[in-house]
């Protein structure tokens, strides 16, 4: 058992950082609009298509319409498939779990441009399992944020003001991270994130000879 484990630490050493393609991980506050950020993308990527994937989280979150498409496991079914290695990445945030499939790692090492919504404390753990990362912050002003927040009704407008200032105050610093403003016309954000998948797409096509 012991040189069973040993050589799966080799070649875990050996096959990470993978250094083909690219992973584009999108971070922000609640609020901030990165997922409608990353729709307005995907839907005018035209011939970029094939080259980018938007990778479909899990989170113990039931879908309410009013945010991104996710898998949805129960908490025992999310620590499951965590010890079975169906995730690349996992990580907690607000009281829920999230991950991104194991899948991704392929995605990347067949070079190609992977796209996901993240926390930005995974970040350096993305870094450490991807050589090219770039990381963008979609973010947007205070009563832009608490605006949108309310309307999900989810929470007061006071619990949202509450959890805004508390998430201010132990916010993370990526960086050379990419900051796409979308508080105002969704367009101006979109054409935005577009180009830094444009530029992606382009770093991925010749990443495996730099």
Known sequence: MRA????ERVIDEQDFPIRHGVFVAVAGPSGAGKDSVMD????????????????????????DGAGEVHDCPTDAEFEAARARGAFAVSWEANGLKYALPARVDDVVRAGHVAVANVSRAVIPALRE??????????????AVLA??????????REEVLDRLQRAHARELVVADALVIDNSG?????????QDVLRRAVAWSA???SV
């Open 4 to 7: 069973s484990a040993s050589l």
């Open 40 to 63: 307005y993308a995907r839907q005018r990527l035209g011939p970029q298509d094939s080259d980018v994937v938007f990778v479909r989280r899990a989170i113990t979150r039931p879908m």
């Open 129 to 142: 399992r991807y050589g090219n990362v770039i990381a963008v912050i979609v973010t947007a002003e205070r």
């Open 147 to 156: 605006e949108r927040l309310s309307r999900r009704g989810r929470e007061t």
């Open 185 to 193: 016309p969704l367009e101006e954000a979109g054409e935005r994130f």
């Open 206 to 208: 010749v990443s495996d």
